[in-house]
């Protein structure tokens, strides 16, 4: 990579010595960069607040041929998500997307569907609602996005339509299954939730998170989702329990 310039949303960044960091950025192309930013620990550096967890930066990128780690040349702030008093959901659902981000995109490679979601739901949480209905929206949809997310529209077995009855999830083997074929095996989610999970895909984030959603819809979507990622990232993303607990009643 030669110079690059693009934008990109900073997924976090840590130490690497007494005035660089390392800064983890997500960018539309060429996916997840690792770049170091030199001089960014300095109190009067130029990119010391450009460079914050869950900005929307302009960034001048350069790499020389078989370096692992970028260099930040220049860093311009588009939006700060956490910069403005961030209520204390606010921060954990956006620290919450930030992780599943930097585990689904790989380094260098190209992700931009995943990129307008995560900017889509980040302005949306910001300007109109955070609720457990957009937090779902967002982990449903990077599921599919990343083709981890089976068809559960139809019965695997017999073709049923189920998207309005309900079915049993079978994760192991990626198909759902109606009441008759599942034998009652399976993770059980219910009509209203089924149908909900259909909208997903078929509206904005701002439109889905502004539907009435029921506890138990909004209880098996809930674990529908966390069982899939569980499942596919073989363990549990640590930022989630606190957002549970603050996010509890809030569908």
């Not at 559960?152 to 009855?165: A, E, F, I, R």
């Not at 074929?181 to 998170?209: D, T």
């Not at 499942?231 to 930022?239: A, N």
Request: include cysteine; glycine fraction near 6%; charge should be positive.
């Amino acid at each position: 990579m030669p110079i690059l310039e693009t934008e990109a949303i900073v997924l976090r960044h840590y130490v690497l010595s007494e005035a660089d960091r390392i800064v983890v950025l997500f960018a539309p192309e060429p996916g997840k960069i690792r770049a170091v930013a030199r001089g960014a620990r300095r109190p009067k550096s130029r990119l010391a607040g450009s460079l914050e967890p869950l900005n929307h930066v302009r960034v001048q990128l350069y790499s020389k041929e078989g370096s692992e780690l970028a260099q930040i040349r220049q860093a311009d702030i588009i939006h700060s998500y956490l910069s403005r008093n961030p209520s204390v959901p606010h921060l954990y659902a956006f620290s919450y997307w930030s992780e599943i981000v930097q585990e689904f995109v790989e380094n260098n490679n190209s992700n931009p569907l995943l990129f307008r979601l995560f900017l889509s739901a980040l302005k949306t949480a910001e300007s109109r609602v955070l609720n457990r209905a957009l937090v779902r929206y967002f982990e449903f949809w990077t599921l599919r996005l990343n083709g981890l997310l089976p068809k559960y529209d139809t019965c695997s077995k017999c073709g049923l339509c189920v998207k309005d009855v309900g079915f049993f999830a079978w994760l192991e083997t990626g198909q759902a299954c109606c009441a008759s074929c599942s034998g009652g095996r399976g993770l059980h989610v219910h009509a209203a939730a089924a149908n909900s999970l259909h909208k997903i895909f078929q509206l904005s984030p701002e439109e889905y998170s502004l539907l009435p959603m029921g506890e138990d819809a909004a209880g098996d979507l809930e674990r529908l989702a966390q069982r899939l990622l569980q499942f596919h990232l073989e363990k549990q993303l640590k930022s989630y329990p606190l957002l549970r607990e603050i996010l509890r009643g809030k569908a």
